[in-house]
């Protein structure tokens, strides 16, 4: 369920929240991530963003991959592992209520949303938690904080991080991205998916190709099996996100 900002960062009823200070500036926080550009692991940048805004766990997740089962949509994360595999099931509840012009236009404000009562989190973490969504090409990324309980996150530091969390990424998943589908789909394939992209059926498709009807149908059943899609309509959406076609 989405929250209001002020139902978001009040989650103590017995004493005013402080506003969060930064622990590090916006001049240190650039030179950090300038040194995940050159070479530092992800976790270290999105550990920067993390502490620049005064938050505690970060999560960094996929839009594109299925999370009907197991955790392939977890780029990189330090939450505890118990609260990642519950939130599988509330991230695809959560896109399954929006259109996706509503999810366009979510990109860079931060969101705020509640955890259910029965996830365990660490001591003097809030239930709430800060989504924060953005474009690496045509994927889609989840930048989601946990942070205490008795801090209202800064509105400038979270626009900071919106961007800047893009950056991070562009410069660490971008490429991965590109080189992990191309590798995951044979030529064939990608050949046949190409096609369905252009509204040829199975036969037609066959005939292009010159191999057989049954043969065409296997390979796009594979293409669908290796995007965790259910439909041709689906990994034709799959490939045009992914700049397959």
């Given at each position: 369920m989405e929250?209001s ?6 989650s103590s009823?017995?004493a005013a ?12 926080l650039i030179?950090r ?5 050159s070479?530092?692991g992800?976790?270290n940048g999105l550990a920067?963003?993390t ?6 766990h970060?999560l960094?997740?996929?839009?594109d991959?299925?999370q009907d ?9 330090d939450?505890?592992?118990d ?12 896109h ?6 509503e999810?366009c236009?979510a990109?860079l404000?931060p969101?705020?949303?509640?955890m259910?009562d029965d996830?365990?989190?660490?001591r003097?973490?809030s239930r ?6 953005f474009?690496?090409g045509?994927?889609r ?8 309980e ?11 991080i919106?961007v800047l969390a893009?950056?991070v990424a562009?410069?660490?998943i971008?490429?991965?991205?590109r080189?992990?589908?191309?590798c995951?789909l044979?030529e064939?394939?990608l050949?046949?998916?190409f096609w369905?992209?252009e509204g040829?059926?199975s ?9 057989s009807?049954n043969?065409?149908n296997?390979?796009?059943?594979s293409?669908m099996?290796?995007t965790?899609t259910?439909?041709?309509?689906e990994?034709?959406a ?8």
């Amino acid at each position: 369920m989405e929250m209001s900002r002020s139902d978001a960062v009040w989650s103590s009823e017995t004493a005013a929240p402080r506003v969060c200070g930064r622990k590090i500036s916006r001049e240190q926080l650039i030179r950090r991530l300038g040194e995940v550009a050159s070479g530092a692991g992800l976790g270290n940048g999105l550990a920067a963003l993390t502490e620049y805004v005064g938050a505690t766990h970060y999560l960094l997740a996929r839009h594109d991959v299925s999370q009907d089962g197991g955790l392939d949509f977890v780029v990189c994360s330090d939450w505890p592992f118990d609260i990642v595999r519950r939130l599988s099931g509330i991230i695809a509840g959560l896109h399954a209520k929006i259109t996706e012009l509503e999810r366009c236009l979510a990109q860079l404000q931060p969101a705020f949303h509640t955890m259910p009562d029965d996830i365990g989190l660490p001591r003097g973490v809030s239930r709430s938690y800060c989504a924060v969504t953005f474009s690496v090409g045509r994927t889609r990324f989840s930048l989601m904080l946990l942070f205490p309980e008795d801090v209202i996150l800064s509105q400038e530091a979270l626009r900071d991080i919106a961007v800047l969390a893009g950056y991070v990424a562009s410069h660490k998943i971008k490429a991965d991205v590109r080189h992990d589908r191309e590798c995951e789909l044979t030529e064939r394939e990608l050949e046949c998916l190409f096609w369905i992209a252009e509204g040829k059926t199975s036969d037609e498709i066959a005939v292009i190709l010159g191999i057989s009807r049954n043969t065409i149908n296997n390979y796009i059943t594979s293409v669908m099996r290796k995007t965790a899609t259910r439909t041709r309509s689906e990994a034709i959406a799959h490939a045009v996100r992914n700049n397959l076609v």
